[in-house]
């Protein structure tokens, strides 16, 4: 029987956290989820002393970790990195925060995407206020919120920003109903830029709009490598049935695994004639655990997408209506913020 490992005390996470001559043990990372109290303050007090670069590597495993196990939350954590003096720091302490829904972030993400000094940062922010356009869409937080972020991303796209900057905006405004964003969508589509084509694409992929099938089909079947990607990606965010064929023809003739795996994951969105039997059977040829893991997720994803009553529609029980409850203190305190 293998021996059982004794408690970390939090004294050890902490003294390996600002050690620089030990390495930092995988298993203390876990100790850093769910933080309050004592040890939220503690490593606060100790943070500053930590390394920059065990900073920098601790927080790629935590999203790492994070992305693995839904159960952990690392979001004090996240708080923390986005004030901290390294740019690098700072963008993986906001994608920490991707899944968290606290209208409290919108502010400071506003803030970072208005001030922060380096572009990577301000891109991420945009990104990350993407979520918040989505909650707003769905009715999830206070309108006059959304309507901020949604202003604010449109004064980004419309300025004088970075490229990328601009871009990651068009992105999270793809959430959005506003009646601008076809023209806005159309315009990069149809940009000389090829970047630009594919944060359109991306942007389509969210609108939940039929109007876009004819030209993400249309870029199934782009010579550019992330344009054809993020067409494959659309035509299942939109379960486009008419790109079943199309993705399966993909998944045999692509040597590009990447390429092969979105289109799977596509076809395990839309579903359909012979998909099953496709995925079924790359699995069985599978060996490597990494390949096996993503094809049998994929046909569970399948399994999903077969009990939809009708396309964008599912039965009532099986929703999760536990988040749709407003906040309404959390939203007057920010609408004092925002004003």
């Known amino acids: 029987m293998p021996k059982k490992q004794a408690p970390i005390a939090f004294k050890d996470v902490l003294d390996a ?10 298993r203390f990372l876990y100790e850093l989820s769910g933080l309050d109290g004592k040890k939220l303050k ?13 900073r920098r590597t601790m927080l790629e495993d935590l999203e790492t970790l994070g992305e693995d196990d839904p159960l952990l939350s690392f979001e004090e954590i996240g708080k923390l990195a986005m ?8 963008a993986t302490g906001i994608r920490l925060l991707w899944e968290v829904e606290d209208v409290q972030l919108v502010p400071v993400l506003i803030n970072i995407l208005s001030s922060d000094p380096e572009e990577h940062v301000r891109a991420t922010a945009a990104t990350a206020l993407g979520k918040f356009v989505y909650l707003g869409e769905m009715e999830e937080i206070a309108r006059p919120v959304a309507i901020k972020v949604e202003d604010t991303l449109l004064d980004v796209l419309h300025g004088s920003e970075p ?24 315009k990069a589509y149809t940009d000389k830029d090829q970047d630009w084509r594919v944060s359109a694409l991306f942007a389509m992929s969210r609108t939940a709009d039929e109007k876009w099938n004819p030209l993400i089909m249309r870029a199934l ?29 993909l998944v045999d ?3 590009d695994e990447d390429l092969q795996a979105a289109a799977i994951w596509s076809l395990s969105q839309i579903g359909g004639q012979d998909v099953r039997e496709k995925i079924t059977a790359l699995l069985e040829d599978s060996e490597e655990d990494e390949d096996v893991e993503f094809l049998e997720n994929a ?3 399948l399994d999903f997408t077969e009990q939809v009553v009708m396309p964008g529609m599912i039965e009532l029980d099986d929703l999760d209506l536990s ?12 609408r004092h913020k925002l004003n």
């Open 253 to 255: 003739e692509t040597t």
């Open 42 to 54: 503690d490593i606060r007090r100790i943070w500053p002393d930590i390394p920059l670069e065990r």
């Open 221 to 249: 079947d782009d010579e550019n490598d992330a344009i054809q990607f993020e067409a494959v990606r659309a035509a299942g965010e939109l379960t486009i049935p008419e790109a079943r064929l199309p993705l399966l023809r």
């Open 323 to 334: 988040n749709f409850a407003d906040d309404a203190d959390d939203d007057e305190d920010l």
């Open 17 to 26: 956290l600002v050690s620089k001559g030990k390495t930092f043990p995988p």
């Open 83 to 90: 004030t901290d003096p390294d740019g690098q720091v700072r």
């Open 163 to 186: 490229t990328l900057i601009r871009r990651r905006a068009l992105e999270s405004l793809g959430f959005s109903s506003r009646p601008e964003l076809e023209a806005l969508i159309n």
């Open 299 to 301: 046909l569970e994803n």
